[in-house]
């Protein structure tokens, strides 16, 4: 038996950005490099506030006439009126192509043979009227797939992608520390390195200005990133998203989400590290919360 399985996206949607300025459009908004994109690469990146805060994360893959940016689809109408505003006279054009596409994870020990991909994260390829590409946040997240509306399940179950549970590919991705949008992550509340976005390739150090590139860089350059988001194991009844975490009477963050027995905290980095070290838990209304270290 397979243990290929495709799961589809429900909360993703895809913002076309295509024209002639299309590339250096994204190059000076976006906390990735651009150059990186082609049609055998797609990169993870996300737009921030002027302060460096963080509004939209999205997966950005080369189209035909410009690029396709993966992104949460209940604010996929907030990213185009956030990249709108710095149109000014570039030659550029965003459309909401939701209805056109679905988003879909793609899993299994040998997912990016079976696509025809190289193990780096990102890797490309085209695939039933569409494209396929390794996660490029970590390869344990397996593939993703944006294809056709109506087709592209068909395309997958033909290539041998039995349908599976969205249940394991989030608990999958909250072992592993990785947040999905909101509520997981607070719009203009929280810095994109709290989220570990340096971590998962999302953003570039070499590239040139971008929004909030200033504040990033001094947060990483003065080690300022005070908070970080974990896994968590829970010990009882899942706890409210955002309950408050208490190590030996401190504030110690907050629970981002839960799936499950696993959940995602955004902790004082301080904090997770005597949590780690003593081997105590974080407790909010009884419940343990037991935090593993990435």
């Known amino acids: ?123 490309a390829t085209s695939f039933a009227g569409g494209l396929v590409y390794g996660d490029p946040r970590a390869q344990a997240l397996g593939a993703r797939a944006c294809l056709p509306a109506g087709t592209g399940e068909q395309s997958l179950l033909e290539a041998g992608f039995e349908i599976g549970d969205l249940a394991p590919y989030d608990a999958q991705r909250f072992s592993l520390g990785i947040a999905d949008g909101t509520p997981e992550i607070d719009p203009e509340k929280s810095y994109p390195m709290e989220y570990g976005l340096d971590r998962l390739n999302g953003v570039s150090f070499s590239k040139g200005c971008y929004v909030g590139q200033e504040v990033t860089v001094r947060m990483k350059n003065r080690d300022l990133v005070r908070k970080c988001l974990v896994s968590v194991k829970i010990d009882g009844p899942p706890p409210a998203i955002g309950a408050i975490l208490d190590l030996d009477g401190v504030n110690a963050g907050e629970l981002r989400g839960v799936t499950g027995d696993r959940g995602l905290a955004l902790v004082r980095k301080d904090l997770l590290d005597q949590a780690v070290s003593s081997g105590k838990p974080f407790k909010t209304d009884g419940v343990e919360l037991h935090p593993t270290k990435i």
Do not use: W
């Not at 996929?76 to 006279?89: A, E, G, K, P, V």
């Not at 988003?103 to 020990?109: D, N, R």
């Open 1 to 123: 038996m397979t243990d290929l399985h495709h799961v589809v996206l429900p909360n993703r949607s895809i913002v076309s950005v295509s024209g002639d300025d299309a590339a250096e459009f994204l190059q000076g908004l976006i906390t990735n490099d651009m150059e990186l994109v082609s049609r055998d690469r797609a990169i993870y990146a996300a737009l921030l506030t002027p302060q460096g805060k963080y509004l939209h994360y999205f997966f950005v893959m080369a189209a035909e006439n410009g690029f396709y940016l993966d992104c949460e689809h209940q604010r996929r109408q907030d990213l185009i009126t956030r990249l709108s505003r710095y149109r000014l006279r570039a030659q550029v054009d965003i459309q909401d192509s939701g209805t056109e596409f679905e988003i879909y994870a793609l899993t299994g020990s040998d997912v990016m043979a079976r696509l025809g991909l190289t193990g780096e994260e990102g890797a």
